[in-house]
């Protein structure tokens, strides 16, 4: 499945139009089994967070390593995404492999996500031990992993987003400006237009 959603920005935004790629890794919801709620949710964050102009680029994959390596690169080197959320494919299963093909394309690990991530989930579930989120850079891209559920996923990209726009302007992509009621992202003052 393959979607492409434009969103024009909030008035009075400080910020540059983004590409962001959004990928639900997930044998059943790619197959049509059950209705994919992890990318939705993703999407959702982005609408209500994201003050300046983006386009979110949406894919529902299989859980299949060298399909989620191309989409990945296919989002970052064709398609311009400043930033690529996956959900799905995180935990110790066998057929769980997109921080492995996330690793295959990343030329920089960025340890502190992963980190991140399993420290918010576990205030909630013991099993977030069992996850193994990564995140890193693709080219002038961030990549990163978040859990499957909606729930899990709100509970850490609302956290986690507030090191993203920074994250994404030190790597040479656009300012991304966020709705401060929503996820107030950290920059240092000098490098802030509002």
């Known amino acids: 499945m393959n979607e492409r959603t434009e969103h024009h920005g909030r008035e009075g935004h400080v910020g540059e139009h983004v590409h962001i ?3 639900t ?3 059943r919801a790619s197959s049509g089994t059950y209705t994919d709620e992890g990318g939705p949710a993703i999407l959702d964050f982005l609408r209500e967070g ?3 102009p ?3 680029l949406y894919r529902c994959i ?5 399909l989620i390596e191309a989409t990945l690169v296919e989002l970052v080197d064709d398609h311009h995404c400043s930033v690529v959320v996956t959900t799905g494919g995180t935990g110790p299963a066998a057929r769980d492999v997109t921080p492995e093909a996330t690793e295959a394309v990343c030329h920089k690990m960025l340890p502190g996500f992963g980190e991140q991530m399993r420290a918010l989930s576990l ?3 013991p099993t977030a031990i069992l996850s ?3 995140g890193g850079i693709r080219n002038n891209a961030l990549v990163f992993n978040l859990p499957g559920r909606p729930k899990a996923i709100r509970e850490t990209i609302d956290e986690l987003w507030k090191a993203v726009p920074y994250c994404v302007d030190l790597i040479g992509g656009p300012y991304m400006d966020m709705n401060d009621e929503v996820c107030k992202s950290f920059r240092p003052p000098s490098e802030r237009r509002r």
Do not use: H, N, Y
């Not at 299989?62 to 060298?66: E, F, I, N, T, V």
């Open 54 to 56: 983006f386009t979110a």
């Open 21 to 23: 790629g959004v990928v």
């Open 62 to 66: 299989p859980d299949d390593q060298s």
């Open 50 to 52: 994201i003050s300046s």
């Open 132 to 134: 193994r989120q990564v």
């Open 123 to 125: 205030k909630f579930v």
């Open 25 to 27: 890794v997930s044998d």
